[in-house]
T-cell receptor
């Protein structure tokens, strides 16, 4: 597609419920990233995928958070047993490549985000 | 620790004037990239400008330019001929070879007519 898309745009859920957030990266982009943006804050890294390599999960705040990616396309971020502190905007980004060394630094293009509200 | 500091939570400028947003960062690495992203109310993060740390020449992109001072670890953004559409949150960020963008807390810019 022309850009990164995310769904849903907004999600309201009750504390304790599970939620799934979806990201469709730019076609041909091998790297995909998830970030979290709390109200009035900058973005915090959560997880990234590069091709078929094991994902870097070092930013996930707890074991209630998990993410999957199908090949080099769609990714789903799942939050189990949601808590009120999970309320935030969840942003997805993709880039042509990543992987350290001479390949790092490719521009990351962001989707519009999913605003999650946990009541 | 890798950090980015944006010391101006809010800035305002009159249309057609020039404004400079400041950013400092901290890293012990020598090779990295720096970015300014714009986030309008739509939430979409839009790349404004990008700078390779190994390049001494300051990046420019139309009305946007940076003042990159590597020794001082400073990366300010200058917006010339400000337009109403420039109203947004502006985030400074950098990336190491870990591929994770590290963001500042942002500066809210309001352009007045």
């Amino acid at each position: 597609g022309a850009g990164v898309s995310q769904s849903p745009s907004n999600k309201v859920t009750e504390k304790g419920k599970d939620v799934e957030l979806r990201c469709d990266p730019i076609s041909g982009h091998t790297a995909l990233y998830w970030y979290r943006q709390r109200l009035g804050q900058g973005l915090e890294f959560l997880i990234y995928f590069q091709g078929n390599s094991a994902p870097d999960k070092s930013g996930l705040p707890s074991d209630r958070f998990s993410a999957e990616r199908t090949g080099e396309s769609v990714s789903t971020l799942t939050i189990q047993r949601t808590q009120q502190e999970d309320s935030a905007v969840y942003l997805c980004a993709s880039s042509r490549t990543s992987g350290g060394g001479a390949l790092f630094g490719d521009t990351q293009y962001f989707g519009p985000g999913t605003r999650l509200t946990v009541l | 620790a890798q950090t980015v500091t944006q010391s101006q939570p809010e800035m305002s400028v009159q249309e057609a004037e020039t404004v400079t947003l400041s950013c400092t960062y901290d890293t012990s690495e020598n090779n990295y990239y720096l970015f300014w992203y714009k986030q309008p109310p739509s939430r979409q993060m839009i790349l404004v400008i990008r700078q390779e740390a190994y390049k001494q020449q300051n990046a420019t992109e139309n009305r946007f330019s940076v003042n990159f001072q590597k020794a001082a670890k400073s990366f300010s953004l200058k917006i010339s001929d400000s337009q109403l559409g420039d109203t947004a949150m502006y985030f400074c960020a950098f990336i190491l070879n870990t591929d994770k963008l590290i963001f500042g807390t942002g500066t809210r810019l309001q352009v007045f007519p």
